[in-house]
Nanobody, 114 residues
Framework: VQLVESGGGLVQPGGSLLLSCTVSGFPFSSYPMSWYRKAPGKERELVATITSGGGTTDTADSVKGRFTISRDNRLQTLYLQMNSLKPEDTGEYYC????????WGQGTRVTVSS
């Protein structure tokens, strides 16, 4: 099993980033998937979830209306479009199954700062 997150970086408040997560080692299209983040000094939290077929999504209240989760099952890739970024969005972002998580990837770091 391998989860490889990418797309993070340093961005100014109000900016945008597109995160990607490429998955291998399990049948990606069979599972609901999520993005999680870990802010400095805080526990890892759930940010967004998408059903296996991509028809239904859900986002945390803190990012609702700003973040959009999507997936491409043919490419076994999960995405997180992040707009109107705020300093409190800073953290390490990870993808994984929504339930029965597998080994975590290395994450991708997002820093929102002026």
């Amino acid at each position: 099993v391998q989860l490889v997150e990418s797309g993070g970086g340093l961005v100014q408040p109000g900016g945008s980033l597109l995160l990607s997560c490429t998955v291998s080692g399990f049948p990606f299209s069979s599972y609901p998937m999520s993005w999680y983040r870990k802010a400095p000094g805080k526990e890892r939290e759930l940010v967004a979830t998408i059903t296996s077929g991509g028809g239904t999504t859900d986002t945390a209240d803190s990012v609702k209306g700003r973040f959009t989760i999507s997936r491409d099952n043919r490419l076994q890739t999960l995405y997180l479009q992040m707009n109107s970024l705020k300093p409190e969005d800073t953290g390490e972002y990870y993808c994984n199954k929504r339930w029965s998580t597998v080994s975590w990837g290395q994450g991708t770091r997002v820093t929102v700062s002026s």
